[in-house]
C-alpha cells in the first residue's frame, strides 16, 4: 500500500511517502513569510499549498495517481470519538467555512480530498485534536458555565500506545489500560481505558508546568493578577502559554540546557527541573486513580524523552507502583497517519463516517 501524508505547520508543509509503514520519503516545504502574508487568511493559502505539494512530488518523480490513499493531519473538528475517518465534502466545508479556530491542520484534509477526488482516491484523517472521549464526570470543573476541554496530542499518544500493545503485551491496544505522558512544549498526561482516553490534562490550562506553559495556576492568585492592571489580557496569556514554566523560572525552554546547569550545580535549575518531573509524576498518579489502579503500564513519549536524566527523575517517583514504564522518545505524526489510512485499506480498521451532527 503506497500512501501520501500530508501534514501543514504554520510557516512549512510537511509531507512523506510511506510504502506500507515504511516511510520512503520525507519532504518539508517550506512557505517564506513573504509568500504567506499574501493571504488574507490561512484558508485562503489551500491552492499556494496544494501545488507546492503537486511540485514536491512531480520533482521526485510522483503524481497523485500512484497512490492508494492519502492521509492528512486532521483539522480542528467538533469533539469526536478516536479513530480513521474518510474525509468527505461535508468535512471539507466545515474545515473551510465554519471551524472555530484558524490552525494550519485544517488546510490538510481540504488539500488531500482535492487532490484525490479526480481520481477517486480515498483520503482520511486519524485522532485530530478535537478526539473527546472523556468520561461526563471527569468534565465537571466545579463551576457548571466552565467545562474542562479535551485537548491533547491524540495521535502521538495513541499510535505509540498500539506500539506498545502489540510489541511488549502482544495485545491490542483496546484490551489495555495505559497512563500515557507526552513531554513537549506542553505537557499531556492521559488515561487510556481500553483503547479511550477517557481524562486528560488539557495542557494549556491544566496539570504540570512545562518547558513554556505554567500548567495548573491557584485559581485566586490568577484573578487578582488579571484585574491587576498589570498586564493587556494578551499579555496575561502570553505569560501563562510562551512565557511559562521553565522560561519563567530559567530563562530557556530547552530542557537539555536546563539539566546541563542543574548538573553544573545550579540549584536554582536543580529546584525547578526537579518540581516539573514531581508535577509529572503526581498527575500520573491521578491518572492511575482514575483507572481504579487497572494499569498495565505507563508510557512516555515526546521530544523530552529523549533525555534519559529526566525520565529517572520521573520514573522514582511511580516506579514502586507503576513498574512497567515503557519510553517511546520522539514524536510519530506523520507514522501514525499512514499507519491509520493503512489499517483501513487491509480491513483491519473500519473508517468512520464524519457527519457535522456527529
Known amino acids: 500500500m503506497r500512501v501520501l501524508v500530508i501534514n501543514p505547520g ?70 469526536l470519538e478516536g479513530g480513521t475517518y474518510e474525509v468527505n465534502e461535508e468535512m471539507v466545508n466545515y474545515l473551510l467555512n465554519e471551524t472555530p479556530v ?20 480515498p483520503v482520511f484523517i486519524t485522532d485530530p485534536i478535537s478526539v473527546d472521549e472523556m468520561l461526563p464526570e471527569a468534565k465537571l470543573s466545579g463551576i457548571p458555565q466552565i467545562e474542562r476541554k479535551s485537548y491533547g496530542h491524540y495521535l502521538n499518544m495513541k499510535a505509540v500506545s498500539r506500539w506498545i500493545a502489540k510489541e511488549k503485551y502482544g495485545k491490542k491496544y483496546e484490551d489495555l489500560n495505559f497512563v500515557v505522558v507526552h513531554l513537549g512544549g506542553g505537557i499531556s498526561v492521559a488515561a487510556h481505558r481500553k483503547g479511550k482516553v477517557i481524562d486528560i490534562n488539557n495542557a ?15 485559581v485566586g492568585d490568577l484573578v487578582r493578577k488579571a484585574f491587576s492592571g498589570e498586564f493587556t489580557k494578551r499579555e496575561l496569556k502570553k505569560r501563562y502559554v510562551g512565557k511559562g514554566g521553565l522560561v519563567a523560572y530559567l530563562g530557556t525552554n530547552d530542557m537539555r540546557e536546563a539539566l546541563k546547569r542543574a548538573k553544573e550545580g545550579d540549584e536554582k535549575a536543580e529546584e525547578v527541573v ?15 486513580a482514575v483507572l481504579r489502579g487497572e494499569v498495565d503500564g505507563v508510557i ?59
Open 10 to 79: 504554520s510557516t512549512s508543509t510537511k509531507v512523506s511517502i510511506f510504502e506500507d509503514e515504511k516511510e520512503i520519503l520525507k519532504l518539508r516545504i517550506d512557505h517564506p513569510a513573504s509568500e504567506l502574508d499574501k493571504f488574507e487568511k490561512l484558508s485562503d493559502q489551500r491552492d499556494f499549498r496544494k501545488e507546492a505539494v503537486l511540485r514536491a512530488l512531480k520533482e521526485k518523480g510522483y503524481e497523485i495517481k500512484d497512490f492508494d490513499a492519502i492521509a492528512c493531519r486532521g483539522g480542528i473538528l467538533p469533539p
Open 102 to 121: 484558524e490552525h494550519a491542520s485544517n488546510l490538510a484534509a481540504v488539500i488531500g480530498y482535492e487532490l484525490a477526488k479526480p481520481y477517486g482516491i
Open 204 to 218: 494549556n490550562d491544566e496539570g504540570p508546568f512545562s518547558p513554556e506553559r505554567t500548567g495548573e495556576l491557584p
Open 274 to 288: 526537579e518540581a516539573m518531573a514531581y508535577q509529572i509524576a503526581k498527575e500520573i498518579g491521578g491518572m492511575a
Open 300 to 358: 512516555i513519549t515526546g521530544g523530552i524523552a529523549y533525555n534519559d536524566d529526566f525520565i529517572e527523575r520521573v520514573s522514582k517517583y511511580i516506579r514502586k507502583r507503576l513498574p512497567d514504564i515503557h519510553v517511546v522518545p520522539g514524536e510519530f505524526e506523520m507514522k501514525a497517519l499512514a499507519e491509520g489510512a493503512i489499517r483501513v485499506l487491509k480491513g483491519e480498521e473500519v473508517a468512520k463516517k464524519w457527519s457535522r451532527e456527529g
